[in-house]
T-cell receptor, first 113, second 111 residues
């Protein structure tokens, strides 16, 4: 596709349930990033991949959060046993390489009730 | 943790005036990007400036980078009401490829 695509756009889940958020990057982009953004704040780095390799996961808040990119293209961010504090906008970005511009998807708004 | 910090936190100007936002950071960078976000919507990439560059232009946007002061500025000339948005800088450290956002500057352009 022409841009970064994220799905679903909106997700409401009950506390304790697992959720999987999907990111389809721009075709050919090597690097893929996950961010979380609370209302009125800047995006907070979670993790990133080069191809299928997870290069940095230092931003993942705890072990309930995990991400994968098994074939170096589509990525999934999984949150297990969701809590209300996980409610936020989750954003994905991709870039051609380390020194290139990063382009963001529209995000997935997660609400945990 | 946040690497970049924008200043001011909020800025209100009249249409036609220029708007200047600053970004300060702490560690050496490979590059710095500026983004715009309207009302919590998507992040739109504006400009990327590399550590060996001092100034870049794109339309009404001018970005400068001073690595000795660890700071960057974004100038929007002849502002329009449509420029009302939050503006973020994102810094990529020299030692890695992730990039970290600051808290942003909320710009209001009054008609």
């Amino acid at each position: 596709g022409a841009g970064v695509s994220q799905s679903p756009r909106y997700k409401v889940t009950k506390r304790g349930q697992d959720v999987a958020l999907r990111c389809d990057p721009i075709s050919g982009h090597v690097s893929l990033y996950w961010y979380r953004q609370a209302l009125g704040q800047g995006p907070e780095f979670l993790t990133y991949f080069n191809y299928e390799a997870q290069q940095d996961k230092s931003g993942l808040p705890n072990d309930r959060f995990s991400a994968e990119r098994p074939e170096g293209s589509i990525s999934t961010l999984t949150i297990q046993r969701t809590e209300q504090r996980d409610s936020a906008m989750y954003r994905c970005a991709s870039r051609e390489g380390a020194a290139a511009e990063a382009f963001f998807g529209q995000g997935t708004r997660l609400t945990v009730v | 943790s946040q690497q970049g910090e924008e200043d001011p936190q909020a800025l209100s100007i009249q249409e036609g005036e220029n708007a200047t936002m600053n970004c300060s950071y702490k560690t050496s960078i490979n590059n710095l990007q500026w983004y715009r976000q309207n009302s919590g919507r998507g992040l739109v990439h504006l400009i990327l400036i590399r550590s060996n560059e001092r100034e870049k232009h794109s339309g009404r946007l001018r970005v400068t980078l001073d690595t000795s002061k660890k700071s960057s500025s974004l100038l929007i000339t002849a502002s329009r009401a449509a420029d009302t948005a939050s503006y973020f800088c994102a810094t990529a450290p020299s030692y890695g490829q992730n990039f970290v956002f600051g808290p942003g500057t909320r710009l209001s352009v009054l008609p």
